[in-house]
Antibody
Framework: QLQLQESGPGLVKPSETLSLTCTVS??????????WGWFRQPPGKGLEWIGN???????YYNPSLKTRLTISVDTSNNQFSLKLSSVTAADTSVYFC????????????WGQGTMVTVSS | QSALTQPASVSGSPGQSITISCTGT?????????VSWYQQHPGKAPKLIIY???YRPSGFSSRFSGSKSGNTASLTISGLQAEDEADYYC???????????FGGGTKLTVV
């Protein structure tokens, strides 16, 4: 059964870089049938698409975050990662990783999410 | 401000039916059938309940149905149950940047 698990620091200082990893188990991240994506949800607010990556390394970023964002894939460890630089309190959110099928472009499998707080 | 517009809240009684609307533009919902709906209970991850406008994931309740007309998608929940109380989000693929957009979410209360 496919599972996604986010990991990374729960507290990041302002102006530093937020780094998260999503570990995929139960399927290969190297499949050509899926996108692997990141989302976030500020406390009490709605969902925001951050960006996604294909196994080949092709990336698609939310233009509102593009200048600070890097998403990468590590096929050898079946993981993909998120780096968001120069963070501020506005980046405080629950961060989710997810998988979409290319055929339907729906985010059908989600990790449980990880809370990241930006504070000094 | 979210790219897709949903009502902030809806309510219904057990056994009743409710419909949540999701209004976009001709660049997202109006162009693509890649419209999805997600259910989110407090403190939990979103759960896909409808994809491709009206398809249900395998094993998911037939009480949930989706449709689309023009730039507006709709989620209908029939036979409301207490466990349906949650936040519901619509989403659409756009084909350009940003690739995916969401609605602001609708809080369903089963009274």
């Amino acid at each position: 059964q496919l599972q996604l698990q986010e990991s990374g620091p729960g507290l990041v200082k302002p102006s530093e870089t937020l780094s998260l990893t999503c570990t995929v188990s139960g399927d290969s991240i190297s499949s050509s049938s899926y996108y692997w994506g990141w989302f976030r949800q500020p406390p009490g607010k709605g969902l925001e698409w951050i960006g996604n990556i294909f196994y080949s390394g092709s990336t698609y970023y939310n233009p509102s975050l593009k200048t600070r964002l890097t998403i990468s894939v590590d096929t050898s460890n079946n993981q993909f990662s998120l780096k968001l630089s120069s963070v501020t309190a506005a980046d405080t959110s629950v961060y989710f990783c997810s998988r979409a099928r290319l055929q339907y472009l729906e985010w059908g499998i989600w990790g449980q999410g990880t809370m990241v707080t930006v504070s000094s | 401000q979210s790219a897709l517009t949903q009502p902030a809240s809806v309510s219904g009684s057990p056994g009743q039916s409710i419909t949540i609307s999701c209004t976009g533009t001709s660049s997202d919902i109006g162009t693509h059938n890649y419209v999805s709906w997600y259910q989110q209970h407090p403190g939990k991850a979103p759960k896909l309940i409808i994809y491709n406008v009206s398809y249900r994931p395998s094993g998911f309740s037939s009480r949930f149905s989706g449709s689309k007309s023009g730039n507006t998608a709709s989620l209908t929940i029939s036979g409301l149950q207490a466990e349906d109380e949650a936040d519901y989000y619509c989403s659409s693929y756009t084909g350009f940047s940003p690739q995916w957009v969401f609605g602001g979410g609708t809080k369903l209360t089963v009274v």
